[in-house]
């Protein structure tokens, strides 16, 4: 699957791509992940994701390959789900470049998921998940960016996503989709039910 995102951040290209170069400080700001160890590019972990009424903890590795001169990035992982017998994979290709305010980062993704996730792992639903959390890791980038000391910035993290309020969301989504068919219009959004 496929997943292609592009966000801004209110800060210079050079801060965000410096930012991005930290992983022990990236990782808090990703929902559900949690940093255990590293060794010069390789890096090991687990994340916890709430897909519909399932939760899995996928613990494994990723290798994060920079080009700082281009500022582009290569992160490839690969994660199991021990207790659902789920497995992750996932390369992802990102670049930070400059914005009329602040930075642009472009992500390109690519996720595969087997076992009982993939049940769970449609596309609306990845896709939906994404967004969401690009939005809580933009949110707290730019607040750990904007923190007044180093020890100020450390104890800003990325909140929960929680997998009922996901779910709740890419249905409140799916119906507004429907909608738009019905009627052939663009429809207002409305602010719907917001993730838990």
Not at 74 to 84: E, H, Y
Not at 122 to 127: A, E, V
Request: aromatic content about 6%; overall charge negative.
């Amino acid at each position: 699957m496929n997943i292609t995102k592009e966000f801004a951040v209110a800060a210079t290209p050079a801060e965000v791509w410096a930012y991005l170069l930290d992983i022990p400080s990236v990782v808090p700001c990703l929902p559900g992940a949690e940093l255990t160890g590293s060794d010069g590019n390789s890096h090991t972990g687990k994340v916890t994701a709430k897909l519909g009424p399932m939760t899995a903890t996928f613990v494994g590795e990723a290798t994060v390959v920079t080009d700082d001169q281009e500022r582009t990035g290569r992160i490839v992982g690969k994660g199991v789900d021990r207790q659902g017998g789920s497995q992750g994979r996932v390369k992802l290709d990102y670049r930070v470049s400059e914005a009329e305010e602040g930075s642009s980062v472009a992500l390109d993704a690519n996720v595969t998921l087997s076992g009982a996730a993939a049940q769970f792992g449609r596309p609306g639903l990845i896709d939906e998940m994404a967004g969401r959390l690009i939005s809580e890791f933009v949110a707290c980038l730019e607040a750990r960016l904007q923190a007044s000391d180093q020890k100020a910035a450390s104890v800003i993290q990325a909140g929960e996503m929680g997998g009922f309020g996901l779910l709740v969301g890419s249905m409140w989504s799916a119906f507004l989709n429907f909608l738009r068919r019905l009627f052939g219009t663009s429809g207002s959004g409305g602010d719907g039910p917001k993730a838990g």
